[in-house]
C-alpha cells in the first residue's frame, strides 16, 4: 500500500506526523530555548534586584578576561580542525569581512530612511552589522555541530574583534583608530594565540588543570547571557520608547532577511572547509548583539536607536534563528 500523501509538512491520514524538515526546526528550536530562557533569567534578576547595575562591570571583567578565555582555550587547544592552516586564515579574514558588510550595508540603508549624522545613521549602521557573534552563537555551534567547529569559531570571531576595534570604533564615532588599537589584544584573543600553539605543538595538559579550565569554561556562556537580559532589560521599561516602525522594520529586514543570504552565499560558494561553512551558517541568522548598547553610549552615539534594534531583532530571532539555520543546513550541504 502506497503511503498517503504529505501536505504542509503532515501525512493526509491522521496530520500528525511531522516531516523530516519540520523535526529538524523543532529541534533547533529546542537549542535556541535555553539561550533566551537565559536572557529571561537576567531580566528577572535585574527586576528582582538580585543582579544590580553596580555588580555588571565586575561580572562583564569576570567573563571576558577569564572565564571566556578558559571557554577559547579548552574549546582549542585539542582541535584537530584548527591544526589545518585554511582553518586559521580563512575563518579570520570572513570574521572581519562579515562585520564590514554589515556596516556598510547599514549606511546605506540609514541613509535611505533619511538617518543623518548626530541622529542616527552612525549607530544604526554599527548596530545592525554588529551581529551577536559569541554568547548566542556559541551553545549553537557547540550543539549542533561539536567542539571542531567551535574552535574554528573563535578564530572567527577574532576577525570579528579586529572589526570591531578598527573599523567599527571609526564608524560609530569617529574614534581615534591610534588610540583603540590596542583592544585587540585582549585576554580572548591571547588565550586563542596561546591555545593554537600548543594545540599545533600537540602538547597535553595535566589533566587537573584540564578539568579547571573545562569548570571555569561552562560559566562563561550562561553568565554572558544572564547579563545580556540584565543589560535588555533597562530597556524594557518604556516599551513605546522602543516603538520606532521605521528603524525597527529596516533593521530587521536588513540583519535577519538580508544578510544572512549573503552569509549563506558566501558559505555555499567559498573553497572553505566544512566547520567553516557550518560557522557561517549560525552567524547568519544572529541578531543585533547587546553590546553595541553600551558602545554607543560610550562613544557618543544614539543608545535608544542601539536598544530599539537590539530588542526587535532579538525577538525576531526566536522565530527566524531555527527556520535560517533549516535553510542554511539544507542549501549549503553538499
Not at 29 to 47: E, K, M, S, T, Y
Amino acid at each position: 500500500m502506497e503511503p498517503a500523501p504529505l501536505f504542509f509538512g503532515f501525512d493526509a491520514v491522521g496530520l500528525s506526523r511531522p516531516t523530516a524538515r519540520v523535526r529538524e526546526i523543532l529541534h533547533l528550536l529546542g537549542i535556541i530555548l535555553p539561550v533566551f530562557l537565559l536572557i529571561g533569567v537576567g531580566v528577572a534578576l535585574r527586576r528582582l534586584r538580585w543582579l544590580t547595575p553596580e555588580a555588571d562591570p565586575s561580572l562583564l571583567r569576570l567573563g571576558v578576561n577569564l572565564l571566556f578565555p578558559c571557554l577559547i582555550f579548552e574549546s582549542v587547544v585539542d582541535s584537530a580542525a584548527l591544526r589545518e592552516p585554511g582553518n586559521l586564515f580563512w575563518p579570520a579574514l570572513l570574521g572581519f569581512a562579515s562585520m564590514g558588510v554589515g556596516w556598510f550595508a547599514g549606511w546605506w540603508t540609514a541613509r535611505a530612511l533619511g538617518l543623518e549624522r548626530g541622529r542616527g545613521l552612525r549607530t544604526f549602521a554599527f548596530v545592525v552589522g554588529f551581529y551577536n557573534y559569541g554568547y548566542m552563537a556559541i551553545p549553537l555551534v557547540k550543539a549542533q555541530f561539536g567542539p571542531g567547529t567551535l574552535g574554528v569559531l573563535f578564530v572567527f570571531n577574532t576577525g570579528i574583534e579586529m572589526a570591531i576595534w578598527t573599523v567599527g570604533i571609526l564608524l560609530l564615532a569617529g574614534g581615534s583608530l591610534r588610540q583603540d588599537w590596542r583592544k585587540i589584544f585582549n585576554a580572548p584573543a591571547i588565550s586563542l594565540v596561546l591555545a593554537v600553539t600548543l594545540n599545533f605543538l600537540h602538547v597535553s595538559l595535566p589533566a587537573p588543570l584540564r578539568a579547571t579550565l573545562a569548570a571555569l569554561a561552562a560559566c562563561a556562556v550562561p553568565l554572558g547571557l544572564v547579563l545580556t537580559g540584565a543589560v535588555l532589560d533597562e530597556h524594557l521599561h518604556d516599551l513605546r520608547a522602543l516603538v520606532a516602525p521605521q528603524v525597527i522594520a529596516a533593521a530587521t529586514l536588513l540583519r535577519l532577511g538580508l544578510l544572512p543570504l549573503v552569509f549563506l552565499a558566501a558559505a555555499r560558494w567559498l573553497p572553505v572547509s566544512t566547520e567553516l561553512k557550518q560557522v557561517i551558517i549560525v552567524q547568519a541568522a544572529m541578531p543585533a548583539g547587546v553590546f553595541p548598547i553600551v558602545l554607543a553610549r560610550h562613544y557618543g552615539g544614539q543608545p535608544l536607536t542601539a536598544a530599539q534594534i537590539v530588542v526587535a531583532t532579538t525577538l525576531a530571532a526566536l522565530v527566524l534563528i531555527p527556520l535560517w539555520l533549516s535553510f542554511g543546513l539544507a542549501w549549503v550541504a553538499p
